[in-house]
């Protein structure tokens, strides 16, 4: 069992910045994949970055080169840093990881607002 925490988000206007953090507990040995995924009201959850135990990110194309995923592996958290931040941008964010087996682990979510 992993159990993930987020933090960080709020309310920003467009052009701002937040960063979201995510601490993982438990049995974090097993990570391979990390990610930030987001949920807008009436759309489906779509991942929007992800970094690998090897440090390989991915992004979708709606935020690369605003946003940036980053990993503390001491601290077994990993960080998205949101920059020039949209309305669009504006959704439920959920940090998820995978462990061997495979499993998938999901936080609480933390909410992004962002007003023009």
């Known amino acids: 069992q992993v159990q993930l925490v987020e933090s960080g988000g709020g309310s920003v206007q467009a052009g701002g910045s937040l960063r979201l953090s995510c601490v993982a507990s438990g049995r974090t040995f097993s990570i391979y994949h990390m990610g930030w995924y987001r949920q807008a009201p009436g759309k489906e959850r779509e991942l929007v970055a992800s970094?690998?135990?090897?440090?390989?990110?991915t992004y979708v194309d709606s935020v690369q080169g605003r946003f940036t995923i980053s990993k503390d592996g001491a601290k077994d958290t990993v960080y998205l840093q949101m920059n020039s931040l949209k309305p669009d941008d504006t959704a439920i964010y959920y940090c998820s990881v995978v462990v061997y087996g495979p499993y998938q682990y999901w936080g609480q979510g933390t909410q992004v607002t962002v007003s023009s």
């Open positions: 970094i690998t135990s090897g440090g390989t990110t």
